[in-house]
């Protein structure tokens, strides 16, 4: 019994002196490696997670569009519409081909534009009868058929003529415009002069319509019939409560 012990207990020693010897051993010839190799070394100590500072290139863009960039590299951002700005886009346009709406700002119901009586049996034109209701409403829908303000202002402009009178009485700071002559194409291509309500009427605009177009023509010296409405930017308002006290 007592050497079965004695057995086990130099079996256990062996084991364990076998085990030192490798693992010595191995520190030994992992320490003599990494002199003779330093490289080594430093692989062993570095961290190999670190992948971000990988030489290898690496390539970002798989799966990504590159209409989503512009030319400096950067992203662009997603272009959304004002829903407020469709409304009055679509109430211009509504304005602009002689329909109904309703204003933005007021919600008053504008109504639509039709043709109007001609003028009265008094005119010394006699416009009624150079004109018949067919032709009067293909007038009509020329001009509303345009659709944009700054053709209107020039379809009007080339059918009106200035009257120069034989003595001009205006003195030189006088806002009065000349007499203007209104007129219509007829079917042949001639054009046909009528009355200025006749004009108006068949058209269904106002008088200040015309007075607008009237004051470019004679004070511009480049007649432009561009819309400029809309177009200035909102200027900041500052409140007296900021503004610094007066020393004197």
């Known amino acids: 019994m007592d050497n079965s012990q004695g057995y086990f207990v130099n079996l256990q020693q062996m084991v364990g002196d076998k085990t030192g010897d490798d693992v010595s051993s191995g520190q030994d010839t992992g320490a003599q490696n990494s002199q003779e190799h330093p490289n080594l070394r430093q692989y062993m100590e570095t961290d190999h997670d670190e992948s971000d500072n990988c030489d290898v290139p690496v390539d970002t863009t798989l799966g990504v569009s590159s209409d989503n960039f512009d030319e400096s590299g950067e992203r662009k951002r997603k272009k959304v519409g004002r829903k407020a700005h469709w409304i009055q886009e679509h109430k211009?346009?509504?304005?602009?081909?002689?329909?109904?709406?309703v204003t933005y700002t007021s919600s008053k119901v504008r109504r639509a534009r039709q043709?109007?009586?001609?003028?009265?049996?008094?005119?010394?034109?006699?416009?009624?009868?150079?004109?018949?209701?067919?032709?009067?409403?293909?007038?009509?829908?020329?001009?509303?058929?345009?659709?944009?303000?700054?053709q209107q202002?020039?379809?009007?402009?080339?059918?009106?003529?200035?009257?120069?009178?034989?003595?001009?009485?205006r003195t030189p700071d006088s806002k009065r415009f000349l007499n203007t002559a209104h007129?219509?194409?007829?079917?042949?291509?001639?054009?046909?002069?009528?009355?200025?309500?006749?004009?108006?009427?068949?058209?269904?605009?106002?008088?200040?319509?015309?007075?607008?177009?009237?004051?470019?023509?004679?004070?511009?010296?480049?007649?432009?019939f561009k819309d400029s409405r809309g177009g200035h930017q909102k200027k900041r308002l500052v409140s007296s409560a900021s503004l610094p006290l007066s020393t004197v």
């Not at 211009?92 to 709406?101: D, E, F, H, V």
């Open 115 to 150: 043709v109007q009586p001609p003028c009265s049996n008094s005119c010394r034109l006699r416009c009624f009868e150079k004109f018949t209701p067919e032709q009067r409403q293909a007038l009509f829908r020329k001009y509303w058929d345009l659709g944009d303000i700054e």
């Open 92 to 101: 211009k346009y509504l304005r602009n081909t002689g329909q109904s709406y």
């Open 153 to 169: 202002r020039l379809y009007i402009a080339q059918n009106l003529d200035r009257v120069l009178p034989k003595y001009d009485r």
């Open 183 to 224: 007129f219509f194409d007829k079917d042949d291509g001639t054009k046909e002069r009528v009355c200025q309500a006749f004009f108006l009427n068949t058209l269904d605009i106002t008088q200040k319509m015309v007075r607008t177009i009237q004051g470019r023509m004679e004070n511009s010296a480049e007649c432009t």
